[in-house]
Nanobody, 121 residues
Framework: VQLQASGGGLVQAGGSLRLSCAAS????????MGWFRQVPGKEREFVAT????????YYADSVKGRFTISRDNARNAVYLQMNSLKPEDTAVYYC???????????????WGQGTLVTVSS
């Protein structure tokens, strides 16, 4: 499966962005989907994951209550709604597809190219 993330940009603290991840090649419904983020010089960090049918979600403590992961299997897409953004949310955000409902990057087999989110104070 090929993944393409989009929707990043520059936003002021307190603002919102919605990231999209478009899948092609295979139905996204076959995969657990996740969002991760990475700041230069740091390890890739788990943000959120969603089960194949969307019934279960799991978030990093740092984004819980502010971010919402969702999926539309009919559109072969996954989304990350980010509200109440903080400067520390600044990172390149990646979507990923895998087979396990976990937070470990190594458990995800396919990755998009990333989209940059910059939150100004």
């Amino acid at each position: 499966v090929q993944l393409q993330a989009s929707g990043g940009g520059l936003v002021q603290a307190g603002g919102s962005l919605r990231l999209s991840c478009a899948a092609s090649g295979r139905p996204v419904s076959s995969y657990i989907m996740g969002w991760f983020r990475q700041v230069p010089g740091k390890e890739r960090e788990f943000v959120a994951t969603i089960s194949r049918a969307g019934a279960s979600t799991y978030y990093a403590d740092s984004v819980k209550g502010r971010f919402t992961i969702s999926r539309d299997n009919a559109r072969n897409a996954v989304y990350l709604q980010m509200n109440s953004l903080k400067p520390e949310d600044t990172a390149v955000y990646y979507c990923a597809a895998g087979g396990n409902f976990v937070r470990l990057p190594r458990e995800y087999d396919y990755w998009g190219q990333g989209t940059l989110v910059t939150v100004s104070s």
